[in-house]
Antibody, heavy 121, light 107 residues
Framework: QVQLQESGPGLVKPSQTLSLTCTVS??????????WHWIRQHPGKGLEWIGY???????YYNPSLKSRLTISIDTSLNQFSLKLNSVTAADSAVYYCARRPRITLRSFDYWGQGTLVTVSS | DVLMTQSPSSLSASVGDRVTITCRASQDISNYLAWFQQKPGKAPKSLIYAASRLESGVPSKFSGNGSGTDFTLTISSLQPEDFATYYCQQYNTYPPTFGGGTKVEVK
């Protein structure tokens, strides 16, 4: 059974960089069978897709965040990461990592439990 | 971006009720529509993909229908564990977008 687990600081100061890592267990991130995504949810609000990375390093970002966003992958550690710079209070949210199969008709089939990030001085 | 509009935003229902949630896309998304259930403090859980296909392990009381721009999620007989928030999501085009959610509450 695949599991995804987010990790990183829960508090980030305004204008600094938010950094999170998603560790995948029970499956190999470099299999090529999945795209690895980040999604966030502002408190009490809906879901916003952030971006994805493929094992090859190919990325696709939400245009609304593209200028501040970097997603990277470390296949040796079975992890992928998110860096969002110049954060403001509007970036406070629960951040989820998730996977989406490359070939099937499924969407996001497995999610991490989520990690709350608060942007505050 | 494709705008996903869910209705109602909340509803009150009783155990045993049949509940239907509607999701409308701002443009044709074929059948690239998923439904998720989210309980407080938990990650969303995939219920249905490709508009009508049930995820493995999801009970058959959940069903999805629709194609193009109009979709529905139906719970045939609401049980206590079904009180949650439900989201639709399109994955026909990037960026993937979600509906605003429908909170199903106890009447």
């Amino acid at each position: 059974q695949v599991q995804l687990q987010e990790s990183g600081p829960g508090l980030v100061k305004p204008s600094q960089t938010l950094s999170l890592t998603c560790t995948v267990s029970g499956g190999t991130i470099s299999s090529g069978d999945y795209y690895w995504h980040w999604i966030r949810q502002h408190p009490g609000k809906g879901l916003e897709w952030i971006g994805y990375i493929y094992y090859s390093g190919h990325t696709y970002y939400n245009p609304s965040l593209k200028s501040r966003l970097t997603i990277s992958i470390d296949t040796s550690l079975n992890q992928f990461s998110l860096k969002l710079n110049s954060v403001t209070a509007a970036d406070s949210a629960v951040y989820y990592c998730a996977r989406r199969p490359r070939i099937t008709l499924r969407s996001f089939d497995y999610w991490g439990q989520g990690t709350l990030v608060t942007v505050s001085s | 971006d494709v705008l996903m509009t869910q209705s109602p935003s909340s509803l009150s229902a009783s155990v045993g009720d049949r509940v239907t949630i509607t999701c409308r896309a701002s443009q044709d998304i074929s059948n690239y529509l998923a439904w998720f259930q989210q309980k407080p403090g938990k990650a969303p859980k995939s219920l249905i993909y490709a508009a009508s296909r049930l995820e493995s392990g999801v009970p058959s009381k959940f069903s999805g229908n629709g194609s193009g721009t109009d979709f529905t999620l139906t719970i045939s007989s609401l049980q206590p564990e079904d009180f949650a928030t439900y989201y639709c999501q399109q994955y026909n085009t990037y960026p993937p977008t979600f509906g605003g959610g429908t909170k199903v509450e106890v009447k």
